[in-house]
């Protein structure tokens, strides 16, 4: 069973900044951040394939250019680096990996794939403020 530990949330106001991170206990190519408000669905924020030669991002459009996903020295931990903040990022912020081995995000049509991550940390809430 892989454990993923989440932390840097926090409140902000607009135009601020927040570093995630999330350490899993094991390695896991594909490593992402979902984010969820109530009433609304998962949303895929940003991917990274951790493997080989890795690095390869994706980001879903309204974070493009405002946050940064990169991992660590160490292969099981990843930063997303959030910057100009805005009310509508506010959010629970999920940390996510793939099976062992997995590639599925190395395809952007499917990097955002919910039912292809099946391990989950407990969230981190992210609140800006106006």
């Known amino acids: 069973q892989v454990q993923l530990v989440e932390s840097g949330g926090g409140s902000v106001l607009a135009g601020g900044s927040l570093r995630l991170s999330c350490t899993a206990s094991?390695?896991?190519?594909?490593m992402a951040w979902f984010r969820q408000t109530p009433g609304k669905e998962r949303e895929g924020v940003a991917t990274i394939y951790t493997g080989g030669g890795g690095g390869l991002t994706f980001y879903t459009d309204s974070v493009k250019g405002r946050f940064t996903l990169s991992q660590g020295n160490v292969k099981n931990t990843v930063y997303l680096q959030m910057n100009s903040l805005k009310p509508e990022d506010s959010a629970m912020y999920y940390c996510?990996?793939?099976?062992?081995?997995?590639?599925?995000?190395?395809?952007?049509?499917?990097?955002?794939?919910?039912?292809?991550?099946?391990?989950w940390g407990q969230g981190t809430q992210v609140a800006v403020s106006s």
């Open positions: 094991g390695i896991r190519n594909c």
């Open positions: 996510a990996a793939g099976a062992v081995g997995s590639r599925f995000c190395l395809v952007a049509a499917a990097a955002f794939a919910t039912d292809q991550y099946i391990y």
